[in-house]
């Protein structure tokens, strides 16, 4: 199945509202930006990979995700219609990038096709 998983910051612009699934985890999954060693890093990072992959609820979501994609890749137009996945976060530099890249990866390792878009990893961070 052909799969886009977009990263995004809630406050640099709407989510992508083509999006089948939407992951949020502004509410639920603690925020790197909050530790000042850490804030100007992003997802391409080591340290900010660790400190998401760390978080707890973190695997059992991306767990779920990769159920519920294939629920949907078992549906009868599957190969016709692409899944668009989004991944949002405060500023999109760091929860959203980190689990959109480990759920690509988990993807692919089960044979679907995938294309990962950051679309604001590459802002400056949001001063709150």
């Known amino acids: 199945m052909k799969i886009l998983i977009t990263s995004f910051g809630h ?23 909050w530790d000042t060693s850490l804030r100007e890093l992003t997802a ?31 549906g009868p137009s599957a190969a016709q219609h692409p899944l ?4 949002g976060c405060a500023g999109g530099r ?3 990038g980190v689990t ?8 692919r390792r089960r044979g679907h096709q ?4 950051h ?3 590459h802002r400056p961070v949001v001063q709150r």
């Open 114 to 117: 995938v294309t990962l878009h």
């Open 44 to 74: 391409r990072d080591r340290r900010i990979i660790r400190a998401v992959r760390r978080t707890p609820g973190i695997c059992p979501l991306l767990a779920a995700t990769v159920a519920q994609v294939q629920a949907y890749a078992s």
């Open 84 to 87: 668009h996945i989004a991944v």
């Open 94 to 96: 760091h929860r959203a």
């Open 100 to 107: 959109a890249y480990l759920l690509a990866r988990r993807l």
């Open 119 to 121: 679309r604001d990893l």
């Open 11 to 33: 406050l640099h612009g709407p989510r992508p509202d083509d999006a089948h699934i939407t992951l949020d985890l502004c509410a639920h999954f603690r925020d790197p930006h």
